[in-house]
């Protein structure tokens, strides 16, 4: 790798600051909203699979309770993220699948899965030197 | 736009299942731990302009307390995405600013922010016709 190369790379990304409630909208916000809600990416994720009905989204995803499952999907419908579809059959099934709009999300949370996984072993060394450096910080 | 191109693009990614918590390791996890921490992508964001000491940091991020600050950026610093410089001056001048591994990271946080400004018109739109349909569903 040229040092030219490790120069690129290392640069961050140019990003408006976003610190303050009335800062021209930058989207983090959003993303915070988004990204940040865990039972929601959990749907995305299980959902990439394919569709799915509500009962293997509750099976599929540890600890989620009904009400919570309910209230994530519906979210996600209302987004436009995920798209419901009632079977005219008796009694009447139900399946969620993504749109294509909650398809091209998946991309981003498999690269920041990427990145979490490329990056795991730097991020375990570099906790593992501020411990021992730092033996009195309590932040676990 | 090509069908072909459509449908290329409205193919979800290939993301392992990890709804359940014994699922082999997927990276969102660790995703949701990162991202899901609201300070924690305001100090990179606001990081990725540049160095900033403490106070600086806390002027430009409304609501984060002293406590939560300190915390927030040891943890960065523990997980290798920070950089506490100390400069030998009495008294001694402190900053903070993005390692190689943070930086990398501002580009997926840019990344999702992009996403959020791109997809906005079609989600607002979403929500005002779900909201239309579905009058009764308190969801917000």
Redesign the interface.
């Known amino acids: 790798m040229s040092p030219a190369h490790?120069e690129v790379?290392?640069?961050?990304?140019?990003?408006d600051?976003?610190?303050?409630?009335d800062h021209p909208?930058?989207?983090?916000r959003?993303?915070?909203d988004?990204?940040?809600?865990?039972w929601s990416?959990?749907v995305i994720?299980?959902?990439?699979?394919g569709p799915r009905r509500f009962r293997e989204l509750q099976r599929?995803?540890?600890?989620?309770s009904q009400r919570m499952l309910t209230?994530t999907v519906?979210?996600l419908?209302?987004?436009?993220?995920v798209h419901r579809t009632v079977y005219p059959t008796v009694p009447a099934q139900v399946d969620y699948r993504?749109t294509?709009?909650?398809?091209?999300?998946?991309?981003?949370?498999?690269?920041?899965?990427?990145?979490?996984?490329t990056?795991?072993a730097?991020?375990a060394?570099?906790?593992h030197q501020?411990?021992q450096t730092?033996p009195d910080?309590d932040?676990r």
């Open positions: 490790t790379t290392a640069q961050p990304a140019d990003l600051p976003c610190g303050h409630e909208d930058c989207g983090i959003d993303v915070l988004r990204i940040g809600d865990k990416v959990l994720v299980e959902l990439a699979g599929a995803i540890d600890g989620i209230l519906r979210r419908e209302r987004d436009g993220l993504l294509e709009t909650g398809a091209s999300l998946t991309h981003l949370v498999k690269a920041l899965a990427d990145w979490s996984l990056h795991r730097v991020i060394e570099a906790r501020y411990d730092h910080h932040i």
